[in-house]
């Protein structure tokens, strides 16, 4: 499964979210209703899933799912 | 050079008779029931008077102890308190404890380690016993940070309530099943301003400045504090698993300090833990900081779910940054 499907998947699992919603500019707070502990357990799962460690000065980048899908392209790339 | 096993003898504890409860708080600050239960799990938390301080709690949850063990109150030989919201700056709680016990000729010091701190006593009352120089230790956790918080503060006042508990560390005899197995205790100041009481010590004394400007109270950094707290208790509670060549399935309860039900529930689900084995009692006491563990332990203790031989693991976080673990067989 590639970076985007697995990110995908994590935030619809983690918000309980439809797979239609979880568009690239979908922002998790405003759109996906995640509140501000839902956000920290959305990088703790992409830590998990993709075995990398996120420091929080980079949380700020990961506002959207396609900002997320980017951000771990980038490191994992 | 180890020379003798230390045990659990018992656990006691002791909170404020008054509570209040999420609706309460709704009357407080600008917040509701339902943003509170679902960032935190919690809903009613003990809060103590004016009139009542941290040894007046800490002393009935040691009478407790005491009282539920076949220890005698002459046989204890050291008495640590975990707290950072002891009676006074000085002197430490553990000696006005010792003071309410009746107790003379032993040592009694506090321990800070915030939320960590009674699994940081823990630790040292285990060296103690272990090595020989005392038999039976009384360890207390006690907090009230309630009267430290800031209740203009809706992110933070809503999380804390008061309380204590406490445990009488004893030397294991050959016959006895019950044995702390291992303890691992660590921190990392680098990070010690994610969660802190700013004024009030000699960088920062109390001044017309500081009380008008609420640095007197508990300031945190809670969504940080959150990704550290999950990750570090798995971090140590793996760790004594690891070295002792146990498993998850091994454990019988895991005891964690009970500050948000979503590090819990993080936490479980990292180490594979169902929360069928997981105490959790926070919706109903709050973070009572050092006190959670204890108060966790003695209640499911009474309520006959942890029993004798049960492997227990304690596992906590908190200021310093501090965490650690206590892995024992009850």
């Given at each position: 499964m590639d970076i985007e499907a697995k990110v995908k998947q994590i935030v619809m699992d983690k918000l309980g979210v439809e797979e239609a919603q979880?568009?690239?500019?979908?922002?998790?707070?405003?759109?996906?209703?995640?509140?501000s502990l839902d956000t920290v357990e959305l990088v703790m799962a992409f830590e998990d899933e993709f075995g990398l460690t996120i420091p929080d000065e980079d949380q700020?980048?990961?506002?959207t799912v396609g900002q997320a899908i980017d951000y771990l392209k980038e490191k994992l790339g | 050079m180890l020379s003798f096993h230390a045990k659990f003898s018992s656990f006691g504890s002791s909170v404020p008779k008054k509570i209040l409860n999420n609706f309460d708080l709704e009357k407080i600050v600008d917040t509701t029931d339902e943003w509170i239960r679902t960032r935190t799990g919690m809903f009613e938390r003990h809060i103590a008077s004016e009139?009542?301080?941290?040894s007046d709690f800490a002393h009935q949850a040691a009478v407790n102890a005491i009282e539920s063990s076949n220890v005698k109150y002459k046989d204890i030989e050291l008495i640590i308190v975990a707290t950072i919201s002891g009676d006074h700056p000085f002197p430490s709680t553990a000696c006005i404890v010792q003071k309410k016990l009746g107790l003379k000729n032993i040592p009694a010091f506090d321990v800070s380690a915030g939320c960590t701190g009674f699994v940081y006593a823990l630790d040292v009352a285990r060296q103690y016993v272990e090595n020989g120089i005392a038999k039976h230790v009384l360890v207390i956790g006690v907090d009230i940070l309630t009267k430290i918080t800031n209740w203009k503060d809706r992110n933070t006042c809503v999380l804390f309530g008061d309380g204590s508990g406490a445990a009488i560390v004893s030397r294991a005899e050959a016959s006895d099943i019950s044995r702390i197995i291992d303890t691992k205790i660590d921190a990392d100041?680098?990070?010690?301003?994610?969660?802190?009481?700013?004024?009030?010590?000699?960088r920062m004394p109390a001044s017309h400045a500081s009380v008008d400007g609420n640095l007197h109270t508990v300031y945190m950094e809670g969504n940080r504090i959150f990704k550290n707290a999950i990750k570090s208790m798995y971090a140590s509670s793996e760790e004594l698993l690891r070295r002792n060549n146990l498993?998850?399935?091994?454990?019988?309860w895991v005891i964690p300090h009970q500050a948000n039900m979503r590090i819990i529930e993080g936490l479980a689900d990292k180490m594979r833990v169902p929360m069928s084995k997981v105490i959790v009692n926070i919706e109903k006491y709050g973070n009572t900081s050092s006190a959670t563990i204890p108060i966790a332990t003695d209640e499911a203790i009474r309520n006959k779910k942890?029993?004798?031989g049960d492997i227990i693991l304690l596992t906590s976080f908190g200021a310093g940054l501090t965490w650690g673990s206590i892995l024992a067989r009850y």
């Open positions: 979880v568009v690239p500019a979908a922002n998790f707070i405003e759109d996906l209703r995640a509140d700020e980048r990961l506002r | 009139t009542e301080a941290a100041g680098s990070q010690g301003d994610l969660l802190i009481q700013q004024a009030g010590g000699s498993s998850v399935s091994d454990i019988d942890i029993r004798r």
